[in-house]
């Protein structure tokens, strides 16, 4: 038997296990772990999406204990471009995180790696996980890279097993370092398939992308790169292209990426974006990153049909597959059985009571027959009536531009760029002036008119990147990204000079005049961050003083 001495011992050694069991439970959940995105919102990349939806679908399948606080940072490259996405962002993170002890970093393609590559000064001592860093056989100093490398001769091998008779392929591309490495590599893997001709399109506009894609035959395939072009000003996003190039040939596309697998790009051996955040999960939780499991065979379901594809691997994800009528329609159906078998209750009583069983099951096979249109006409009516709910949520139903709601998500979201990226944000709030005289003098049809004409005015002046929206009554707000309050002074003055030149017709023939007042305000992007509220406050002042001035003026806050 122990004795007292013994007992003691082994008591305190329990406790010194369970606090350390204890201990080390703390320090798993207060890890902290910061990630690093290039391509912007999920809402703006697909390929972000993918990335996000399976990391955090990995996450969740983990013990709540064992999961880490996530910090998430974007780099906008896919809407303002690369230099501008990194921009400032170094100070940024630095104060922003200036309190915080991270144990790990985790960046999510080429932006986000080579930006905090380049800032080693950025979090010392921190582990970094380059994840998709494209790089050729790069080793960071400062960690662990995991590219992600397309396995181009599996992605091109695709094309001659399900597609046979296919003897010419339009590789497009871009001249972007990146794009040019993958045609490289896919340089190397068009030796393993002498009976195809492969034509690389690097170059070129996209009409001159569409045209080449129109006069493919029946022989071709086009194997499509995830490519950025330049149109103008604008930057086409990787799927808008692909949605292009598919609108203007019948040829079937390939790819090697599942952010472009939709309607319309048949699929292939792709990199998966959903496996890519799985293995930056396991990153996150301090497991092995698995960078050998992230391709596979991905189709779009209804775009392989139409081309008549063949042989596609048993194990290969079929997406926009139809799902089956009995899960959608379920409800419905069982509505509709219980409506059949109730008629045919009255039909078996009529049949019993007629002795016309021939007429009888005649009906019965017409009901049945008619039980699919039915159900589908129900659903149509229901998508319809979505549809039309979405766009009286956030459309103005006189003059049909955005409405109040729609224009208050618009000021927060730019907001938030500028104040990202220090760039000037001005905001105008217009009202016609003396509408409640116009209304009480010639009626509120021509109020209507003096609405839509201004609500016509405004829409047609409007820059790309501009946005208005009736905010009430006789008042608009239009939203000017990327512009000083000067500029924005000088084009609310033009915009007051046209509403002048406005007339509209009495139902007396007369002819009445328009005008309006306009007041401006602007966000500081570098000093207190700005509310929507706060700039439409300011707004709404510098319009008080115009009309407490005279009206048909533009007075700045």
């Not at 078998?341 to 007429?359: D, N, P």
Request: proline share 4%; charged share 25%.
């Amino acid at each position: 038997m122990l004795n007292h001495a013994h007992r003691r011992l082994l008591l305190r050694l329990a406790a010194a296990c369970w606090l350390a069991s204890a201990a080390a439970h703390a320090v798993a959940d207060d890890r902290r772990v910061l990630v690093l995105y290039s391509l912007g919102a999920d809402s703006s990349s697909a390929w972000q999406r993918l990335v996000h939806k399976g990391m955090y679908e990995e996450l969740g399948r983990s013990s709540q204990g064992a999961t880490p606080a996530i910090f998430e940072e974007r780099f906008d490259a896919n809407r303002v471009g690369e230099d501008k996405a990194v921009e400032g962002m170094a100070p940024y993170l630095a104060t922003k995180y200036a309190d915080v002890k991270f144990d790990a970093i985790v960046t999510e393609n080429f932006v986000a790696s080579r930006f905090l590559a380049s800032h080693p000064e950025l979090f010392p001592g921190v582990p970094r996980h380059y994840v998709n860093h494209g790089r050729d056989q790069w080793q960071p100093r400062d960690g662990v890279a995991y590219e992600v490398t397309s396995d181009f001769q599996r992605a091109l091998g695709v094309i001659p097993m399900v597609a046979p008779h296919v003897r010419h392929v339009a590789v497009i591309g871009d001249s972007t370092a990146r794009g040019q490495l993958w045609l490289d590599r896919l340089r190397s893997a068009t030796a393993h398939f002498p009976q195809i001709r492969f034509e690389i399109w690097d170059g070129g506009s996209i009409g001159e992308l569409r045209a080449r894609a129109a006069r493919l035959d029946g022989n071709s395939a086009v194997f499509m790169l995830a490519s950025l072009r330049n149109e103008g000003s604008a930057r086409v996003q990787p799927r808008d292209l692909a949605l292009q190039i598919a609108g203007a040939t019948r040829a079937p596309i390939f790819t090697h990426s599942e952010s472009l697998v939709m309607p319309g790009v048949a699929g292939g051996y792709v990199v998966s974006g959903e496996a890519v955040g799985r293995m930056m999960a396991r990153l996150l939780l301090g497991q092995p990153a698995m960078d050998s499991q992230v391709q596979g065979y991905y189709f779009d379901y209804p775009t392989a049909r139409r081309a008549g594809l063949r042989n596609i691997p048993h194990d290969a994800v079929m997406l926009n597959r139809p799902h089956n009528v009995w899960e959608l329609y379920r409800w419905q159906i069982v509505s509709v059985i219980g409506l059949v078998v109730f008629e045919g209750v009255l039909i078996t009583a009529l049949v019993l009571s007629l002795r016309s069983r021939r007429r009888t099951m005649k009906e019965l096979a017409s009901e049945r027959n008619n039980l699919e249109d039915r159900i589908l006409q129900r659903t149509l009516e229901l998508l319809q009536a979505n549809r039309k709910l979405e766009e009286l949520a956030t459309t103005d139903p006189l003059t049909g531009i955005a409405n109040r709601r729609k224009m208050t998500e618009q000021i927060a979201q730019e907001l938030e760029r500028a104040r990202r990226f220090h760039h000037p944000l001005s905001l105008l709030m217009v009202d016609i002036d003396h509408f409640k005289r116009i209304n009480d003098t010639y009626g509120h049809e021509v109020g209507d008119q003096a609405i839509i004409h201004t609500a016509t005015l405004l829409t047609a002046h409007l820059r790309a990147v501009d946005a208005v929206a009736r905010f009430g009554g006789e008042e608009f707000v239009l939203l000017m990204p990327e512009t000083p309050i000067a500029v924005a002074a000088h084009a609310a003055e033009r915009l007051r000079e046209k509403a002048a030149q406005l007339r509209m017709l009495a139902e007396d023939g007369s002819e009445v005049a328009l005008t309006i007042s306009i007041g401006v305000s602007a966000a500081d992007p570098t000093g207190a961050p700005d509310t929507p509220s706060s700039l439409l406050v300011r707004a709404d002042k510098a319009l008080y003083r115009a009309k407490k001035e005279g009206r048909n003026r533009v007075v700045q806050f």
